[in-house]
Every structure is written in structure tokens, then in C-alpha cells.
T-cell receptor
Framework: GNSVTQMEGPVTLSEEAFLTINCTYT??????LFWYVQYPGEGLQLLLK?????DKGSNKGFEATYRKETTSFHLEKGSVQVSDSAVYFC?????????????FGQGTELSVKP | DTAVSQTPKYLVTQMGNDKSIKCEQN?????MYWYKQDSKKFLKIMFS???????INETVPNRFSPKSPDKAHLNLHINSLELGDSAVYFC??????????????FGPGTRLTVL
């Protein structure tokens, strides 16, 4: 079945450090890939998405590229801020009769220290 | 204006009770979902409705019964609550269930604690 695996957290970084959160997936066909972010005490918000191979999603300084050959969608940011502290979820959806159902990775907690 | 709202935000109750969580979206979307987030923050889909019709039922115990009176509302009723039902429940909506590219918009969550 379809699945998403993320690097384990928590990840602790200093402000202005470079961030990478690894995400790999298993899916048949061509899924769409998403990164969602959950700030403390809140619901999930879409951070970025990519719907086909080699697409790059970007938002708020975060980027991720859909790599079909390595089945990966790693999240990167060049310089993190304290306000980026949150839990980050990689997820996929599949076309067909399961369309729209998000399958999530286990989440990676990021803590950024001043 | 809140796009996806849920009530209540917190729910504390005893084992064996019956409770409901309400969800409303004002985005004009056709599809709504319920997800469960466990204590380790893992998220899993429970149900999906499209235009008031059940599309996905992800082998959830039949103590959980979703109800969609119209396409802007999807409520979750839980009978005979168990300790293992303690979790955060998120409602979400998207434009159309048939598209795998649509963004899902999430509510703020309802933290259910069963004592």
C-alpha cells in the first residue's frame, strides 16, 4: 500500500541554520506530494505541494522537489527562524477512487533556538 | 472569517458516554474529511464525504458515525467512548474528492479526552 516515511525528530537548530527534513514515499502510479505544517495548538496548514515529477513546491522560504527516481520529497530552508518551530508532515494523495485521501508521514518536530 | 471550524475545541468525558463533534466549512467545497491524530501526532484518515455521500470509511469502528446534513457540515458522533478514543480529531475540506491535487484545509482540531 501507499506510505510516507519521514526522518525522526525532534530536530533542534539554531536560528539561521540550514534545514533539511527527509521524506520518502511508496506509491503506485503518480501521487501528488504535500508538506503540511502544524504550529503548536493549531490545525494543519499547507506549506507547499508538487503534483508531478520534477515539480518544485516553494513557500515562505521552504522548498521541496518531487523526485520520482528516488521517491523523495525532502523539505529544505536556507535559514530558519524561531517562528518556524512546528511539526512538519509530509503527505501524499493518489488519483482514482482514493483521490483526496491524504496519507501522512509520522511528522517531524522542529525546534529553532535563538 | 474562519474557513473550517470545529466545536468544541476541548471535550473531556467519561468512558461509555456518547459525544458529538461538529464541523462547518464556508469555502464552498464539496468534500469533507475527518482525521484522527494520536498521542504521537500520527494522522490517519477516518472518513470522507462528497456532497453529503460517504466516499471513504477507513475501517473505523462502527461506534463512530459521521453525518453530513449538507455539504458544508460534517459531524462526528461517537458512541460508547473508550480510553483509546482519546486523540485530537481534525476536520478538513477540499474542492473535489476526485482530484488528487486539491489542497485540504484543516480545522483547528478537537482534543477529546476520555477518562
Amino acid at each position: 500500500g501507499n506510505s510516507v516515511t519521514q526522518m525522526e525528530g525532534p530536530v533542534t537548530l539554531s536560528e539561521e541554520a540550514f534545514l533539511t527534513i527527509n521524506c520518502t514515499y511508496t506509491a503506485t502510479g503518480y501521487p501528488s506530494l504535500f508538506w503540511y505544517v502544524q504550529y503548536p495548538g493549531e490545525g494543519l496548514q499547507l506549506l507547499l505541494k508538487a503534483t508531478k515529477a520534477d515539480d518544485k513546491g516553494s513557500n515562505k522560504g521552504f522548498e521541496a522537489t518531487y523526485r520520482k527516481e528516488t521517491t523523495s520529497f525532502h523539505l529544505e530552508k536556507g535559514s530558519v527562524q524561531v517562528s518556524d518551530s512546528a511539526v512538519y508532515f509530509c503527505a501524499l494523495t493518489q488519483r482514482g477512487n482514493q483521490g483526496g485521501k491524504l496519507i501522512f508521514g509520522q511528522g517531524t518536530e522542529l525546534s529553532v533556538k535563538p | 472569517d474562519t474557513a473550517v471550524s470545529q466545536t468544541p475545541k476541548y471535550l473531556v468525558t467519561q468512558m461509555g458516554n456518547d459525544k458529538s463533534i461538529k464541523c462547518e466549512q464556508n469555502l464552498g467545497h464539496d468534500t469533507m474529511y475527518w482525521y484522527k491524530q494520536d498521542s504521537k501526532k500520527f494522522l490517519k484518515i477516518m472518513f470522507s464525504y462528497n456532497n453529503k455521500e460517504l466516499i471513504i470509511n477507513e475501517t473505523v469502528p462502527n461506534r463512530f458515525s459521521p453525518k453530513s446534513p449538507d455539504k458544508a457540515h460534517l459531524n462526528l458522533h461517537i458512541n460508547s467512548l473508550e480510553l483509546g478514543d482519546s486523540a485530537v480529531y481534525f476536520c478538513a475540506s477540499s474542492l473535489d474528492w476526485g482530484s488528487s491535487t486539491d489542497t485540504q484545509y484543516f480545522g483547528p482540531g478537537t482534543r477529546l479526552t476520555v477518562l
